[in-house]
């Protein structure tokens, strides 16, 4: 069986959150749990330098969802892994001009986390 986790709509860099779901892809999901906290609270870094801590939080969030989901379907959590975990661009937040200055954009990040 599966249990999964959505989150939509994020306002994280795609980039970081992409680069954070390679490390910790296949892992087991205890594991990768366990490492998201310590880089979370800067006792580990992530290549030896960055932490990324906005994304990382929001990926621990999505993991503790999924392994919540996991345990509601009576799975054992120690023996889970992450099949699948992927993070794409999501909409843009759109602010228009004012006078003679450009508008600006929020970019926005999706996240999607299977443990099987």
Request: hydrophobic share 40%; net charge positive.
């Amino acid at each position: 069986m599966i249990a999964s986790a959505y989150i939509k709509n994020l306002r994280i860099s795609t980039k970081h959150a992409t680069y954070i779901a390679k490390l910790i892809r296949g892992k087991n999901a205890l594991k990768a749990k366990r490492f998201l906290e310590l880089v979370s609270q800067q006792k580990l870094t992530l290549d030896g330098k960055k932490y990324y801590l906005k994304a990382t939080r929001a990926i621990l969030k999505a993991l503790e969802s999924a392994l919540a989901n996991a345990r509601q379907k009576g799975l054992d959590e120690s023996r889970l892994r992450i099949k699948i975990i992927e993070a794409h661009k999501g909409s843009r937040l759109r602010f228009p001009k004012r006078w003679k200055f450009r508008g600006r954009e929020k970019k926005n990040t999706h996240i999607k986390i299977v443990l099987s």
